[in-house]
């Protein structure tokens, strides 16, 4: 089977409540939270996964004292040799806004996202004010349903929870069964011992509760969608 190397790209963060991560845990905390692209390096096809935030303002302190290296979507692409026109697939975990806002640099790219979240999407609950719908205008979207087969060594695990259409990203490497959360979460939401827990933020507590026990159980290395030690790594597997 096909074996990719996932390169964690830093575009751009947040600071925000421990609590939006983990629910019932931890609230009161304050803390940053990283957006990542992933590019998924050894396929036929140029493919990312999420795009990240387009604007963003953090202190330089936050990325020196974390380790992490947080350039805008070009200049992040720019690190492994690759330019937003060279994009031929981005697969998306989720449409809120901090996970999408580079799509539109990505002229040649095919969006692929689960049928439910683009539901959602376009017709969003005015609860949830982390969906823009005008951010994939004109863009080619295609939409998928449930767990896919998507290429060799790349699988879609549906995820539903944190928002209705969430995916989780499989990647088969060297050093087994690499799996991207399709939910919001960080190091926190997987204890060591002790069950998962479900992001703080969701449409369904329950779904999101057991789409993270799926994935803990399913992969052989996790990456938490905002853990700041993901932004630390180069590659994945090193």
Known sequence: MREYVIRPLTIGANETDQGIMTYLR???KRIWIPSYAF???????????????????????VAREN??????????????????????LIIHTHLHNDHCEND???????????EKEYEFFKNPHPIDHRYYPDLLDGLKVEVVDGDVSLREGIDLIFTPGH???????????????A???????????????GPAVAPGVHTDAIAAYDSAQKIRQMADILIPLHDLSVGRRKRIPA
């Open 39 to 61: 590019y998924l390096e050894g396929g036929d096809e140029t493919i990312l996964v999420d795009t990240g935030l387009e604007q963003f303002m953090v202190p330089d302190e």
């Open 179 to 193: 799996i991207i959360t399709g939910f919001c979460c960080n190091a926190k939401n997987f204890p060591e011992t």
């Open 26 to 28: 931890d609230y009161g």
């Open 104 to 114: 539109y640099q990505c002229s040649n790219a095919t969006i692929l996202v689960q």
């Open 67 to 88: 380790g992490l290296e947080i350039l805008a979507f070009e200049d992040a692409l720019a690190t492994v040799g690759l330019k937003p026109e060279d994009i031929d």
């Open 163 to 177: 928002t209705p259409g969430g995916q989780s990203v499989s990647v088969n490497t060297r050093a087994g069964r």
